[in-house]
């Protein structure tokens, strides 16, 4: 069973440019999420999609950042205009419907590592 | 709010056992998972606390202590592969398998 997947796994991008960043959860599973492990801190939550619809989506850094999840599969997380801070790597992972699998773990992509210059 | 603290950094020897520490505080808890990172790989899960005690999964296990407000990974004979980052992470109640995460301790096993 392929795991979740992740592409690019690095950008390195001008400040003011876009960047789409693409995960691919594993198939089946309804719950997708977005985090984010800036330079020496802890992976912090973005959002949350259950299916195609944003469950939670107050880890947000600010109205730069667009996630989508259209059709309820892979997702995207575009970064438009990029600052500088936006550098870090970004974490997809995934999870099946609660109630399903006895603890409810996520399973994690490798990471998207954005360096903005 | 919530705040997750474990120690930065650790280090052991091949072959030792290692306790690593994990303290929260969170309003409505509903599980403590420790997942393993090695450098530019993907977090995998380890192990999943949800009732006080502990659970054994091979050469890991973890402790929990809810009314402390305390968890503990703890690695026994430990290899130079153990060499990693672990994540402790609390998942609240009715947050849809949300998890918060500490920032990590980076664990050192040396020859």
């Known amino acids: 069973e392929a795991g979740v997947t992740q592409f690019p796994s690095h950008s390195v991008i001008e400040k003011g440019q876009t960047v789409t960043l693409r995960c691919d959860p594993i198939?089946?599973?309804?719950?997708l999420y977005w985090y984010r492990r800036v330079m020496g801190k802890e992976i912090k939550f973005l959002l949350h999609?259950?299916?195609?619809?944003?469950?939670?989506e107050s880890g947000m850094p600010n109205n730069r950042f667009l996630a989508e999840r259209t059709g309820g599969t892979y997702s995207t997380l575009k970064v438009q205009p990029a600052e500088l801070e936006d550098s870090g790597v970004y974490f997809c992972a995934s999870s099946p419907r609660p109630g399903q699998g006895p603890t409810g773990e996520l399973f994690f992509g490798e990471g998207s590592r954005l360096t903005v210059l | 709010g919530q705040n997750i603290d474990q120690p930065t950094e650790m280090t052991a020897t091949e072959g030792a056992i290692v306790q690593i520490n994990c303290t929260y505080q969170t309003s409505g808890f509903n599980g403590l998972f420790w997942y393993q990172q090695h450098a530019g790989e993907a977090p995998t899960f380890l192990s999943y606390?949800?009732?006080?005690g502990l659970e054994e999964k091979g050469r890991f296990s973890s402790f929990l202590s809810r009314s402390k407000g305390y968890s503990y990974l703890l690695l026994k004979e430990l290899q130079m592969k153990d060499s990693a980052s672990y994540l402790c992470a609390v998942r609240r109640s009715g947050g849809y398998n949300k998890l918060i995460f500490g920032a990590g301790t980076r664990l050192a096993v040396h020859p």
């Open positions: 198939s089946g599973h309804d719950n």
């Open positions: 999609f259950v299916k195609e619809s944003k469950q939670d």
């Open positions: 606390n949800v009732l006080d």
